[in-house]
């Protein structure tokens, strides 16, 4: 999988989940459980993961809606 966001926004990381939902691309938000036991100082970011052949697809979905900026390398 390859790490498309990393963010402790969680309203931004909500919007790209129902982003990749709704174009029906399989996608995985990691670290969730570590930002949850770290209670709600928000200092662990989360990441967006897409699969690796999906990536291009869900990147330009994501440039689409205006998150290109948050988009990693």
């Known amino acids: 999988m390859i790490e498309l966001i990393r963010t402790n926004d969680a309203v931004l990381l909500s919007f790209a989940e129902s982003l990749m939902k709704d174009a029906g691309i ?3 938000i990691a670290d969730q459980g570590m930002s949850i ?3 709600s100082l928000g200092m662990l970011p989360r990441r967006l993961m897409v699969d690796a052949d999906r990536q ?3 990147r330009q979905i994501l440039r689409d809606a205006g998150l290109g900026a ?3 390398l």
Do not use: Q
Request: net charge negative; charged share 40%; glycine share 8%.
């Open 26 to 28: 399989h996608y995985l």
């Open 37 to 39: 036991l770290e209670g």
């Open 56 to 58: 291009d697809e869900a």
């Open 70 to 72: 948050e988009l990693r």
